[in-house]
């Protein structure tokens, strides 16, 4: 695959040469050169800028958790970036209308939840607490990872659970299995259920009404470095999903010579509402102070995702190109370097892709053209032979410097960017990448053709 990805991205890229070298004339080949006159000479050059390139360190706010695939929970205590808590809560519907006979009981009930993925170590023990939901979620709403789910829920506690999370791999394909959480709940919840009008089981919308979810809180207070789960919550083609099972008896079973415990899932399918609320705290770590306050990122650069920490960076000196009437830009390239002793990748694995957003003149982000042309061409992918981060954004520079009119479409400015991780609502992985200053830090790397007479 990785393959595939590199001679895709060197067939787009080799296009947009082409394209370039069509309507600019910066193509360096001998095509053509038999029509100039004897005294031309086009001059192809490479130029690495690293000295007008700044980095800040901003706070994150505004990520949607109830759109993505995957729902975070867990304690991590990370030894650089500081204290991160995963909390999450979730509708349960019905699949049909669920009979449950003639004076049914409740036995027992329990939370099944799968997850697959543990950012952190898998030591720390973690402790689950299950509450009933009082206030209704909407599965068409945006919830932001700053959602106070707690006062969104009962303070009667259902359920609890503590465990250490697992990693399992298939022996075959190295691909990892889903793991277990099964969460005793209290069995009023079931009697709840069992005994439900059946005007409130015709439908989900009446059911949703009756019964609003669950909100699974993760206690935070770990001893230890702890981690994040990555919860497969919702159900799938594939997938059952996870699901609350109640495990009952009624008269009709209960007349049978030998009865087995009826049982029925109330699930969360991909209609169900499902929100993460993550919080942060940078107390003791290195970057704390100058958060937000736009202090120079000279030796390291943090990037988090879940709300967590993103870089502005800024290019500065774009406009001098502008009036360099004989050169034209063929390659704008932006690199990044992780610092892989801080980032420590072995216990903690840095993010398979960045995001480089610019910022346009309502101070909104948007991504640059050259992603539109094609996000192979633009990358971001991490490169594990040398663990960088390379930005093709050749056509967007091409606009800071050519575009100055603001009233033109094509108009972008020169306003930075932002740097960020690429799913940031569902994945935990967070990777420090070399300052400006350091020797392999940012490099903003410009291939030019330069014509000479």
């Known amino acids: 695959m990785k393959k595939y990805i590199r001679q895709f991205g060197i067939i787009a890229a080799g296009a947009l040469l082409f394209m370039l070298g069509f309507s600019s004339c910066n193509e360096?080949?001998?095509?053509?050169?038999?029509?100039?006159?004897?005294?031309?000479?086009?001059?192809?050059?490479?130029?690495?800028?690293?000295?007008?390139?700044?980095?800040?360190?901003?706070?994150?706010?505004?990520?949607?958790?109830?759109?993505?695939?995957?729902?975070?929970?867990?304690?991590?205590?990370?030894?650089?970036?500081?204290?991160?808590?995963?909390?999450?809560?979730?509708?349960?519907?019905?699949?049909?209308?669920?009979?449950?006979?003639?004076?049914?009981?409740?036995?027992?009930?329990?939370?099944?939840?799968?997850?697959?993925?543990?950012?952190?170590?898998?030591?720390?023990?973690?402790?689950?607490?299950?509450?009933?939901?009082?206030?209704?979620?909407?599965?068409?709403?945006?919830?932001?990872?700053?959602?106070?789910?707690?006062?969104?829920?009962?303070?009667?506690?259902?359920?609890?659970?503590?465990?250490?999370?697992?990693?399992?791999?298939?022996?075959?394909?190295?691909?990892?299995?889903?793991?277990?959480?099964?969460?005793?709940?209290?069995?009023?919840?079931?009697?709840?259920?069992?005994?439900?009008?059946?005007?409130?089981?015709?439908?989900?919308?009446?059911?949703?009404?009756f019964?609003?979810?669950?909100?699974?809180?993760?206690?935070?207070?770990?001893?230890?470095?702890?981690?994040?789960?990555?919860?497969?919550?919702?159900?799938?083609?594939?997938?059952?999903?996870?699901?609350?099972?109640?495990?009952?008896?009624?008269?009709?079973?209960?007349?049978?010579?030998?009865?087995?415990?009826l049982s029925r899932a109330f699930i969360i399918t991909e209609n169900s509402a499902r929100v993460t609320n993550i919080t942060h705290d940078y107390t003791g770590t290195p970057f704390v102070n100058d958060l937000d306050q736009q202090v120079k990122q000279d030796n390291q650069i943090y990037i988090q995702p879940t709300g967590g920490l993103k870089s502005r960076v800024w290019i500065g000196g774009l406009s001098g190109w502008r009036d360099s009437v004989n050169v034209s830009i063929n390659k704008a390239e932006l690199v990044f370097q992780i610092d892989t002793v801080a980032s420590n990748i072995e216990n903690y694995p840095p993010p398979s892709q960045l995001t480089l957003t610019f910022v346009d003149n309502d101070g909104e982000e948007r991504l640059p053209i050259d992603y539109y042309f094609s996000p192979y061409f633009y990358n971001g992918y991490l490169n594990t032979d040398d663990y960088t981060y390379h930005f093709n954004i050749t056509q967007h520079i091409q606009r800071v410097i050519n575009v100055t009119d603001q009233e033109n479409a094509d108009y972008v400015g020169n306003h930075g960017f932002y740097l960020t991780t690429g799913q940031r609502a569902d994945d935990a992985k967070r990777v420090i990448l070399e300052g400006t200053k350091r020797n392999s830090g940012i490099k903003f790397i410009v291939t030019y053709s330069e014509y000479l007479q």
């Open 28 to 209: 360096y080949s001998d095509l053509g050169l038999e029509i100039l006159p004897g005294t031309d000479l086009i001059n192809v050059k490479n130029v690495v800028v690293k000295d007008s390139i700044t980095a800040y360190a901003n706070s994150e706010t505004g990520i949607v958790t109830s759109k993505s695939g995957y729902n975070l929970l867990g304690s991590f205590n990370d030894p650089v970036f500081g204290a991160t808590n995963a909390s999450f809560a979730a509708q349960l519907r019905i699949t049909s209308f669920p009979d449950f006979g003639t004076n049914p009981v409740a036995d027992s009930v329990f939370m099944f939840l799968y997850y697959t993925g543990v950012y952190g170590d898998t030591i720390t023990e973690q402790h689950l607490k299950v509450y009933e939901l009082e206030s209704s979620l909407d599965p068409d709403e945006e919830y932001k990872q700053d959602i106070d789910l707690k006062t969104m829920a009962s303070n009667q506690l259902l359920g609890e659970l503590s465990f250490t999370p697992k990693v399992k791999l298939d022996s075959t394909y190295g691909d990892t299995l889903l793991q277990l959480l099964q969460i005793p709940i209290d069995p009023s919840l079931g009697e709840k259920l069992v005994s439900a009008d059946s005007l409130d089981k015709v439908s989900n919308d009446a059911f949703l009404q």
């Open 211 to 261: 019964f609003k979810g669950l909100y699974i809180e993760s206690e935070q207070g770990n001893s230890g470095v702890g981690s994040l789960i990555t919860l497969n919550a919702s159900a799938t083609s594939t997938f059952q999903g996870s699901a609350l099972v109640i495990y009952y008896n009624n008269d009709e079973n209960l007349a049978q010579d030998e009865p087995d415990t």
